[in-house]
Structure formats: structure tokens, C-alpha cells
């Protein structure tokens, strides 16, 4: 029978939810390229409930321990003799999410040897060094999709809420205060503004298409260029480099995975190299940006605005200067993880589980290391031996 170690973010200050803001969740029927939803033969919850977090479980437990498997769920997974670290060396599976990761280190496969699964209960398996589970015949695997459309809206909503400036003004109304002038000093129109996405695969493409309606001007750098009826569509203009690109934008959003390309891309030299008061919007991965260049550039002004979700390490600590610089719109790494998505990436969870104790291939979507390659998804968005 085997141990998974499932580990999560800890549950609301005040606990787990009796009640829930709304009731349900609104049906879906495929994806927006056609792929089709998780397809479990069960789930033991109820969708829109919270199932991210130690109490939810991803609603894993009755499943698993009526096949008789050991299930372990908690969200100590840092410091010395975490429990993540106690259960690691009996562990058959580790299911882990971007949003709290359980760092899947070189170091820590090492002292995994029954270790066959690693699932991400998400998108973005960076938090596993994908080398050593490639060197360890471990598979790892991801809810692909479940979550790209609730980035895509964050980021939607970020790009307002900064170039709007509502954060500051919604301030001024929790404050008693009325200060209009306050306000709008820094609030523009988004109409007009040339925004441009790194990279445009799901996330991406799902940002443009949201944005077209505002009638700004759109941009992007990808390593594979999209569709001719797709530029045509959406009035795409494609650059040959992000270096291209950039000095271009009045609003750039990051959508690209982190790897040895992508990483430290934003840097002094290539934020200089943006309009003066540029925005930048990075719901992709932290490391994807220089952290001390971001600040910088804040309090110069050569940023007028950073929002994203997404830190390193994560949690960030309380002192990390992204808290504290000007301008910014920063969340905890919440994007992937509405209601709405934990439901789709819980059922994607137990697909994939479902799949491997019955023997079966894994979906190639979900795939991103299998048999000791970069396989599926993987093959196409990480780069092995780098
Ligand atoms: P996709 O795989 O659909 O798209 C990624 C795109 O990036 C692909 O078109 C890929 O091209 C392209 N790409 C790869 N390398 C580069 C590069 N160096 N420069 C420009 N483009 C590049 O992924 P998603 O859109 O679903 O997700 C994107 C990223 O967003 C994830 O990798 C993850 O890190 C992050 N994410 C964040 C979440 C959050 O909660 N904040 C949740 C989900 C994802 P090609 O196919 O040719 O490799």
C-alpha cells in the first residue's frame, strides 16, 4: 500500500469554511482549445468547496484509504524535521501546489527512494528540480489548464487595478477619506495603451482575448508564433524578442514558464529599456524578474506600477521588500486557486491518481516528466539538463 504525502496551505485564521459566499459553481464544458475537463470516475466533495488548504484535502482521503493507502495532508514542509520532511523517505507520492510548494529538491529525491509520483494540484512544476526526478525514473504531473483561465482573469483585473490606481483609492474609503484628487493623480484610461504578453500559450492568449474589448493595442513575444486567423482576430502585432518588444509597451504581463531562458529576464537593462512609467504584471513565477531590479524601478519611477502573485521563496517572508516598495499591486500567490479552480484541479488530482493505481498512462496533457524524459506538456515547456 502506498504513502502519499499530500501538502497544502494551511487553513483560514478563523478555520475551515461551514458556508460558502455563493452556492455551486457554474458548469464548463471543455477547456478553450478543446481539451477536455478532468475526467475522475468519482469525487467524494462538493464543487466550490475549499479544497486547497489541510482541512480540504483535496478531497482525496475517503478515496485513497478505502484502497487502503496511507494519506499524510499537512503544510509544515520548511525548516528542519518538517513533516514534510519526516514522511518524505516512506513516500510513494507527493502532491504539491505552486501556490505553497513543497521544494522538491535534488537533495530531497535523494532521500525519497520509493518516491514514483510527484503531482503538482495546479500548473507550473518548477518547484521540482525536474533533473533529478528525470535521473530518479519519478514522474511528475500537473493539472494542465485547470487554472489558466482564473490567472488570465487575475491578470485582467491587475492591469485595472493598476493603471486605474484602485488600490489606493479603495484605501482612501477605508480611511474615511473622500480625497478625490488623491486619487486620480495617478489613474489613467486603459484605452489606448499598448499592452504586450510574454509568452501567449494559455494564459497568454486567454489575457489577449480579455483585453481586446478595451481597445488597446496588442503585443507578443513568443518562441512559436501564433496561428495567421488568430493575429488577424485579435489584431496582434508579433515581435521577433521580448527585447523587441518591451520598449513598445505601456503595460507588460508575464506568461512564460521559468527556465534557464525566462529566468532574471527582467533585469535593470531590459526595465530601462521600457517607456518611462511603464506597468509590469507578473503572475508567471518571481524568478522570472530581478527582485531588487523590480524595486528599483519602482522608486525611481521608471515603473509606474508591479502587481503579481507570485514570490520566491514561497510564503515570502514578512520582510520581503516587495511588501513594502511603492506602487504595487502585489497578492499572495492566489490567481490559480479560486474556488472555481480547486475544483477543476482536485478532480484533475484524482484523475491522475486513479490513472496511475490502475496502471494506466497518465493523460500526455498532464505529462511533464515520464520514463526518464521530459514527456507531454513537459516536452514542450521545460528544457531537460539545463
Ligand atoms: P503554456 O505552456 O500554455 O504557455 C507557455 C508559453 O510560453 C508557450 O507558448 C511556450 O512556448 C512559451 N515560452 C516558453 N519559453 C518562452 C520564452 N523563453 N519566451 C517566450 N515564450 C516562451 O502555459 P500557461 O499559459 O498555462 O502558463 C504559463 C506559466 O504561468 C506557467 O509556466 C506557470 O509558471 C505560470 N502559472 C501561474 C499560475 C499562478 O497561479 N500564478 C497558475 C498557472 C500557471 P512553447 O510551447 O514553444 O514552449
Given at each position: 500500500m502506498a504513502k502519499i504525502v499530500c501538502v497544502l496551505y494551511p487553513d483560514p485564521v478563523d478555520g475551515y469554511?461551514?458556508?460558502?459566499?455563493?452556492?455551486g459553481l457554474p458548469g464548463l464544458e471543455?477547456?478553450?482549445?478543446g481539451q477536455t475537463l478532468p475526467t475522475p470516475s468519482a469525487v467524494d466533495f462538493t464543487p466550490g468547496?475549499?479544497?486547497?488548504?489541510v482541512s480540504g484535502e483535496l478531497g482525496l482521503r475517503r478515496y485513497l484509504e478505502d484502497l487502503g493507502h496511507e494519506l499524510v495532508v499537512t503544510s509544515?514542509?520548511?525548516?528542519?524535521?518538517?513533516v514534510f520532511d519526516q514522511h518524505l523517505p516512506d513516500a510513494e507520492i507527493v502532491i504539491s501546489q505552486?501556490?505553497?510548494?513543497?521544494?522538491?529538491?535534488a537533495e530531497r529525491i535523494a532521500r525519497a527512494?520509493?518516491?514514483k509520483l510527484a503531482i503538482t494540484a495546479?500548473?507550473?512544476?518548477?518547484?521540482?528540480?525536474l533533473d533529478a526526478a528525470i535521473k530518479a525514473g519519478i514522474t511528475v504531473a500537473e493539472v494542465t489548464f485547470s487554472n489558466s483561465i482564473s490567472v488570465a482573469e487575475h491578470v485582467v483585473m491587475m492591469i485595472l487595478s493598476q493603471v486605474r490606481n484602485y488600490l489606493p483609492s479603495h484605501q482612501w474609503v477605508l480611511d474615511g477619506g473622500w480625497n478625490i484628487a488623491d486619487c486620480v493623480q495617478r489613474s489613467y484610461d486603459l484605452e489606448g495603451m499598448q499592452v504586450g504578453t510574454i509568452a501567449a500559450g494559455r494564459i497568454g492568449l486567454a489575457v489577449m482575448r480579455r483585453l481586446a474589448p478595451f481597445d488597446v493595442g496588442l503585443h507578443y513575444y513568443d518562441k512559436r508564433r501564433l496561428p495567421a486567423d488568430v493575429e488577424a482576430e485579435l489584431n496582434l502585432t508579433y515581435h521577433a524578442s521580448v527585447q523587441e518588444m518591451?520598449?513598445?509597451?505601456d503595460v507588460a504581463t508575464i506568461n512564460a514558464p521559468l527556465h534557464p531562458e525566462t529566468r532574471?529576464?527582467?533585469?535593470d537593462e531590459l526595465i530601462s529599456s521600457m517607456k518611462r512609467g511603464a506597468y509590469l504584471i507578473n503572475?508567471?513565477?518571481?524568478?522570472?524578474?530581478d527582485r531588487d531590479a523590480v524595486v528599483r524601478a519602482l522608486e525611481s519611477g521608471q515603473l509606474a506600477g508591479y502587481a503579481g502573485d507570485?514570490?520566491?521563496?514561497?510564503?515570502?517572508?514578512?520582510?520581503?521588500?516587495w511588501r513594502s516598495m511603492p506602487n504595487q499591486g502585489m497578492t499572495p500567490?492566489?490567481?490559480?486557486?479560486?474556488l472555481s479552480a480547486q475544483t477543476r484541479y482536485a478532480d484533475g488530482t484524482r484523475e491522475i491518481l486513479e490513472s496511475y493505481f490502475a496502471g494506466n498512462r497518465i493523460r500526455d496533457e498532464y505529462l511533464i516528466v515520464a520514463g526518464g524524459v521530459l514527456a507531454g506538456t513537459g516536452a514542450r515547456s521545460y528544457t531537460a539538463g539545463a
Open positions: 469554511p461551514t458556508s460558502y459566499a455563493r452556492e471543455r477547456y478553450p482549445d468547496e475549499l479544497l486547497g488548504s509544515d514542509k520548511d525548516g528542519e524535521n518538517s505552486p501556490f505553497w510548494p513543497a521544494y522538491l529538491t527512494p520509493k518516491l495546479g500548473i507550473g512544476s518548477d518547484h521540482v528540480d518591451v520598449p513598445h509597451l532574471g529576464l527582467f533585469n503572475t508567471a513565477r518571481a524568478l522570472i524578474v507570485v514570490w520566491y521563496p514561497q510564503p515570502a517572508p514578512a520582510d520581503h521588500p500567490h492566489i490567481s490559480g486557486s479560486t
